[in-house]
């Protein structure tokens, strides 16, 4: 895990819950764009986000909790 990622609240994507849903509904059906673009001001989740995406993605069951 990256430094500084766990003092994030890991499920407080606030104003964004739109855009979380549909990553992950991406994720689940396999429609997912090729490439993603995280762009926000400093603070706004885009760091924990990605790391999120990228744990779902790897995960061989889809769990999002494996390591």
């Given at each position: ?11 407080g ?10 990553l ?27 790391a ?16």
């Amino acid at each position: 895990m990256w430094r500084g990622l766990s003092k994030y609240n890991p499920e407080g994507f606030y104003g964004n819950e739109r855009i979380v849903e549909a990553l992950f509904q991406g994720i689940e059906t396999g429609r997912l764009a090729n490439t993603l673009l995280f762009a926000g001001p400093a603070g706004s989740g885009k760091k924990t986000l990605a790391a999120k995406v990228a744990r779902k993605l790897f995960c061989p069951n889809l769990c999002g909790r494996c390591p």
